[in-house]
């Protein structure tokens, strides 16, 4: 028995199984490679699921990681530290968010969305809107705008009063809107559907939602929990269109590993609608994960890494699009967000095959693949994968 086996077979007896038996075990990685417990080497394509946005082990993070735990780890939030304030501060500088706008730091992306629905409960209405194939988290409320059905089913009575309308369809969510009438409280959509294999909102929708709920007096509510962070070659990928929401999510890349989460609100009639003890969160805003966001924020900002991903991402793309091979279908997604479309069912046998290759990528669908890499891939890492990946599609077996 090796290693990971054993392993495994500890896990199987010591865990809850609501992600199944794990791929194999991993020991600690460097950069964009991680090495499991038996000593093999794999370039992390995932990301942790777009995560690590600055790999495993970058020395910025780790010094204000060790800085800060040696300091502060948690205080409670009947105070805050200087970490937490200035996380905050840069959140609204990224986001671009105008004067009496504000941040309520959390631990998930999850527990984000739950805060938005808080907020949006605020507003009298209870009336939310959100897209077919939509994925926002498994907590309950967050579960009720997910759109999976395996996911949904097992907790069903979920949250009353939310709908959901195909993506990308204005006339579905016009329709919607009209429905709701003054009842609607907002309407909540990802810019690019991660889970539904990054599938991109049209900018002329976006800016539809945006009027939409406005003329209905009602909130938008854009959820980049995955999309964030400089993932797609800007800092949230809204910001490639003109629309400005109410309130964002954000979390998975925001501190590049360590557990946080935050709703931003956009100006003050917005930020107003919750007070003083109406939300909450014990570990929320912590020095620890505090420092670790404003570490990866400035490394973003100082490497480089928007404008990076971008360059990475077109560079994989267009080799990809460019191989010509039968199975591939093209690719969607910006920046670092990447689906493979395949024409064949094989994505969960080509994701097994690249793992055994030494790459770790996610079958999104049973015909698609996504990577969401550590920011830092640099060309060369990229190109190891384009180098093996025309075989390995000959091989994979379909489903």
């Not at 190109?383 to 390995?392: G, I, K, N, T």
Request: glycine share 10%.
């Amino acid at each position: 028995m090796t290693h990971a086996q054993d392993v495994l077979e500890r896990y199987r007896a010591a865990l809850i199984p609501v992600f199944g038996v794990p791929l194999t075990v991993l020991s600690h990685g460097d950069g964009c490679y991680v090495v499991d417990v038996d000593g093999k080497r794999y370039l992390d394509l995932l990301g942790g699921i777009a995560v690590n946005t600055l790999g495993h082990g970058h020395p910025a993070l780790l010094e204000a990681i060790a800085k800060q735990a040696s300091q502060l780890m948690h205080i409670s939030n009947f105070f805050t530290s200087e970490p937490q304030v200035e996380l905050a501060e840069k959140l609204l500088e990224i986001c671009r968010a105008p004067a009496g706008s504000g941040v309520f730091l959390c631990n998930s992306g999850t527990e984000a969305v739950e805060a938005a629905i808080k907020l949006t409960r605020r507003t009298g209405r209870t009336r939310l809107i959100a897209a077919k194939n939509a994925f926002h988290g498994r907590t309950t409320g967050a579960l009720a705008l997910t759109w999976k059905e395996a996911y949904r089913a097992p907790f069903e009575p979920l949250m009353p009063g939310v709908s959901h309308v195909a993506y990308n369809d204005p006339d579905a969510l016009r329709a919607e809107v009209a429905a709701a009438g003054d009842d609607l409280a907002a309407v909540i959509l990802e810019p690019l559907q991660g889970e539904a294999g990054v599938i991109a909102a049209d900018p002329a929708y976006l800016r539809l939602a945006r009027d939409l709920t406005a003329q209905a007096g009602a909130l938008l509510v854009l959820d980049e929990i995955q999309t964030g962070m400089g993932r797609t070659g800007h800092w949230l990928a809204h910001h490639a269109t003109d629309v400005v929401p109410d309130a964002v999510t954000l979390a998975k890349g925001l501190a590049g590993g360590v557990p946080v989460g935050a709703l931003v609100t956009y100006g003050p009639d917005v930020t107003g609608l919750l007070s003083a003890g109406q939300h909450g969160s014990t570990f929320g805003g912590n020095p620890l994960a505090s420092a670790a966001g404003v570490a990866t924020i400035r490394t973003i900002e100082s490497d480089g890494l928007l404008a990076h991903a971008g360059e990475i991402g077109d560079h994989l793309r267009s080799r990809v699009d460019g191989l010509g091979h039968p199975r591939v279908a093209g690719t969607r997604g910006r920046g670092l967000l990447i689906a493979v479309q395949l024409t064949e069912p094989v994505a969960v046998s080509l994701t097994a095959l690249l793992r055994e290759a030494g790459f770790l990528v996610n079958a999104v669908a049973p015909d698609a693949l996504r990577l969401a890499p550590p920011l830092i891939l640099t060309r060369v890492e990229a190109d190891s994968f384009l180098a093996v990946l025309p075989d390995l599609l000959d091989a994979a077996v379909p489903a």
